[in-house]
């Protein structure tokens, strides 16, 4: 049989979804985790045949309010839709599933903290044989952010990823406080609602970096990078640890002859002048993680993240609005 060059990826690198569709993992998996934001869950429930499952988040929320009424109805709706979704697509996958917290709290740590316990017990409220500790739970990568992935990790044992995540100094934080994944944003999230912007400092380099810096200290951190938008994009980092691609692409790689491949992995033959940052330490250090995170790449890093943060929290907005 002809290797696809899905199949030649999958010999390198873990390969994740990046879906809430559950015919996605039913019928293109096996793969391993399902990742997701509130821009991919709200894709999904507006299709005509989720009418059902809205009404019932919301009868849900409405429900649970009593144990969960810090936040409002809607709010809660949205958590309990987002994890309906992934209860869905768990028998078609191995690994975690991903929710991913309101990005409005994403300067604020307990609040994130919180949101992020929430969902879980959300899981089992729901649920009550599933196994928590299959939940991953996406943050973006403020300083606050990073901060509460090492909280949830440490204290709460619940799992963590670090997204919307663009430079080394944000990549080295994140190993030092102990999160799981990280998921460097190979393209910045505009790139998927404009179709006129073309991201001009894209992060395949750094995959590469972060993942070498996490071999070299010992930091059991992996590297799952996201926002891919072309099949080369995505053979380019074939040997990364995981890899999260949307349905469209994974349709192309499927379709696609593994011979037929003309990319190399910058895994295999790193760039000229590749090396390793030196060890940086910020868990503690917050004024000297903003001086040099606001220096990265000349300010860009700063407003890739404070971009990619407002997107999310407008797409929370139209998420709740459904919730009605």
């Known amino acids: 049989m002809t290797q696809t060059m899905l199949q030649l990826l999958q010999s390198k690198t873990i390969v994740d979804c990046d879906t809430m569709d559950v015919e996605v993992p039913k019928v293109m998996g096996p793969f391993v985790d399902c990742t997701s934001n509130q821009a991919i869950a709200y894709m999904e429930l507006i299709k005509p045949k989720h009418k059902s499952l809205i009404q019932d988040s919301v009868s849900k929320a409405k429900e649970l309010n009593a144990t969960f009424g810090e936040i409002p109805e809607t709010e809660l709706a949205v958590e309990i839709a987002m994890i309906k979704l992934q209860l869905a697509i768990v028998p078609y996958i191995t690994g975690y599933v991903h929710v991913q917290t309101n990005p409005k709290y994403s300067h604020v740590k307990d609040k994130t903290i919180a949101n992020a316990i929430r969902i879980t017990k959300l899981f089992k409220s729901l649920d009550p044989d599933f196994d928590t500790t299959r939940v991953c739970i996406k943050i973006p990568s403020t300083f606050a952010g990073l901060q509460a992935c090492g909280i949830l990790e440490s204290v709460h044992n619940i799992t963590t990823l670090a997204t919307t995540l663009f430079v080394i100094e944000q990549a080295a934080l994140a190993g030092e406080v102990g999160a799981h994944y990280i998921a460097p944003y190979v393209n ?9 912007f073309t991201d001009t400092h894209k992060a395949q ?43 469209g692409l994974l349709k192309h790689l499927a379709e696609k002859k593994a011979e037929d491949n003309n990319t190399m992995s910058i895994f295999e033959k790193a ?11 910020f868990a503690n250090d917050e004024e000297g993680y903003m001086r040099a995170f606001e220096k990265a790449i000349g300010g860009e890093a700063v407003r890739k993240l404070d971009d990619a943060i407002r997107i999310f929290s407008e797409m929370q907005d139209k998420f709740e609005a459904l919730m009605v």
């Open 188 to 196: 910045e999230l505009r790139v998927h609602f404009d179709p006129t």
């Open 205 to 247: 380099r750094l995959c590469l970096e972060a993942q070498r810096y996490y071999e070299k200290y010992g930091y059991k951190t992996q590297v799952l990078p996201a926002s891919l938008t072309s099949t080369e994009e995505i053979m380019e980092l074939a040997g990364v640890h995981h890899i999260t691609i949307s349905p």
């Open 271 to 281: 760039p000229d002048g590749f090396e390793v940052a030196g060890k940086m330490s």
